[in-house]
């Protein structure tokens, strides 16, 4: 019984700081809402994270690890360069389609204050998310030589499209579907051509 109170505690309080967080933002939410969200004590939070900056380190590893492996899997350059794009923006919608507060909070982390923990927090993640993208373009160089050296830069601009597409349809503007996802790569792809 008291494994399943431990897991409950400290999934609550998981649970109640993303929801807070993608609703108000990292910096707006204090540790007193998070606890009364989750219906356990300040001390009960310490226990688990030690702090909110680790509660939010936490939940970041924790989404990102599911992320990553799709990403990873997605972007794996198989000398066809749509699909394999195709296949990172699909990885890219399907997680925020399953995990809509995560991907706002993390997007609203992204933008936050250049000193704020939270962008502090999230920089290493989506650092590793550039490398994993940027290596895809590397490879994709050898068969399309008008790419060499623009590894950093496209990785950069079809990441950020694949996010500013996310945020439209989380924010009603559209639908993270398969037309949105041609229209997408057929965007990027018409620009990295020519």
């Known amino acids: ?10 999934s609550g309080i998981l649970g109640a700081a993303l929801q807070l967080f993608a609703a108000r933002g990292y910096d707006a939410v204090g540790i007193q ?11 009960t939070l ?16 924790e989404h990102f690890a599911v992320l990553h492996s799709e990403l990873e899997r997605a972007a794996r350059y198989r000398r066809d360069l749509p699909q394999t794009l195709t296949e990172i923006a699909r990885a890219y919608f399907a997680f925020a389609l399953a995990q809509p507060a995560f991907y706002r ?8 204050p250049l000193e704020s923990d939270g962008l502090k927090a999230i920089t290493h993640f989506h650092e590793r998310q550039f490398r994993v993208v940027e290596e ?7 068969d399309h030589g008008n790419m060499k050296g623009r590894q950093r830069a496209y990785a950069v601009t079809f990441i950020g499209m694949i996010h500013n597409y996310v945020a439209l349809c989380l924010n009603g503007h559209g639908k993270l579907d398969d037309k949105l996802l041609h229209q997408a790569v057929r965007q990027f792809s018409h620009g990295i051509y020519s």
Do not use: C, W
């Not at 310490?46 to 590893?61: N, R, T, V």
């Not at 895809?136 to 050898?142: G, L, N, Q, S």
């Open 105 to 112: 909070m993390q997007l609203g982390l992204l933008f936050a």
């Open 46 to 61: 310490y226990h688990y994270f030690g702090s909110k900056l680790g509660l939010l380190e936490e939940l970041l590893a």
């Open 1 to 10: 019984m008291a494994a399943t109170a431990h897991a409950d505690n400290r």
């Open 33 to 43: 809402q998070i606890v009364d969200v989750a219906g356990v004590t300040k001390p």
């Open 136 to 142: 895809m373009f590397r490879a994709a160089a050898a």
